[in-house]
């Protein structure tokens, strides 16, 4: 009877910890990537070099430029972003502004846990959780290899996913592989 009452506990606690990792990360291919605090973007103002330049996006979000003063960035996509520009440099200070901006640098990520060489990695455009475990130097032989645990940047809590070939990272996230158990 004893041994009966163990083995169900047991098996709650295993239905429990499957059942814990049901999120599933969305793929790299649907991920629109918005600026965030930490970002370093390059804005060119076409014929106008005064307006031109690379710019940290703030922690409150912001890029301070000249004439126009602080614009909010973070949570915008690069391409947001530009239309927004286009529009106040447009209608008061540049007519017919042409602007380019690019990402010049993103936010690190890091990766902790059960890899060869954990610590902190470059983000690259597309990034997907299996390509950061390859530069990581892969799983160590303890790893749970089905679950991820990821921190968003700017999130107080790590909330766990299924770990699938396309599950997309984003600059700033911090991802830890578990120990498996059995």
Same mark, same amino acid.
């Not at 540049?94 to 470059?122: C, F």
């Not at 130097?137 to 749970?144: I, L, P, S, V």
């Not at 700017?154 to 599950?167: C, I, N």
């Given at each position: 009877?004893?041994?009966?009452?163990?083995?169900?506990?047991?098996?709650?606690?295993?239905?429990?910890?499957?059942?814990?990792?049901?999120?599933?990360?969305?793929?790299?291919?649907v991920?629109?990537?918005? /600026?965030?605090?930490?970002?370093?973007?390059? !804005?060119?103002?076409?014929? %106008?070099?005064?307006?031109s *330049? =690379? &710019?940290?996006?703030?922690?409150?979000?912001?890029i301070?430029?000249?004439?126009?003063?602080?614009?909010?960035?973070?949570?915008?996509?690069?391409?947001?972003?530009?239309?927004?520009?286009?529009?106040?440099?447009?209608?008061?200070?540049?007519?017919?502004?042409?602007?380019? /901006?690019?990402?010049?640098?993103?936010?690190? !990520?890091?990766?902790?846990? %059960?890899?060869?060489?954990? *610590? =902190? &990695?470059?983000?690259?455009?597309?990034?997907?959780?299996?390509?950061?475990?390859a530069?990581a130097?892969?799983?160590?032989?303890?790893?749970?290899e089905?679950?991820?645990?990821?921190?968003?940047?700017?999130?107080?809590?790590?909330?766990?996913?299924?770990?699938?070939?396309?599950?997309?990272?984003?600059?700033?996230?911090? !991802?830890?592989?578990?120990?498996?158990f059995?």
């Open positions: 009877m004893m041994l009966r009452a163990i083995a169900l506990i047991l098996g709650a606690c295993l239905t429990g910890c499957t059942t814990a990792a049901s999120n599933e990360l969305p793929s790299v291919n991920v629109q990537y918005r /600026l965030a605090p930490g970002d370093r973007i390059k !804005i060119e103002v076409f014929r %106008e070099k005064d307006l *330049g =690379e &710019y940290v996006i703030n922690d409150e979000g912001l301070g430029l000249p004439m126009v003063g602080n614009v909010t960035a973070a949570g915008k996509t690069p391409a947001e972003l530009r239309g927004e520009l286009t529009r106040l440099f447009g209608t008061e200070y540049v007519r017919d502004a042409k602007i380019t /901006l690019d990402l010049v640098s993103y936010q690190p !990520i890091y990766i902790l846990g %059960e890899v060869q060489k954990p *610590g =902190e &990695y470059t983000y690259s455009e597309g990034m997907s959780v299996f390509a950061l475990i530069k130097g892969g799983f160590t032989y303890r790893a749970n089905k679950m991820v645990y990821i921190r968003h940047s700017r999130e107080g809590a790590e909330h766990s996913y299924k770990l699938t070939s396309g599950a997309a990272v984003l600059p700033g996230d911090t !991802i830890r592989i578990e120990q498996r059995f």
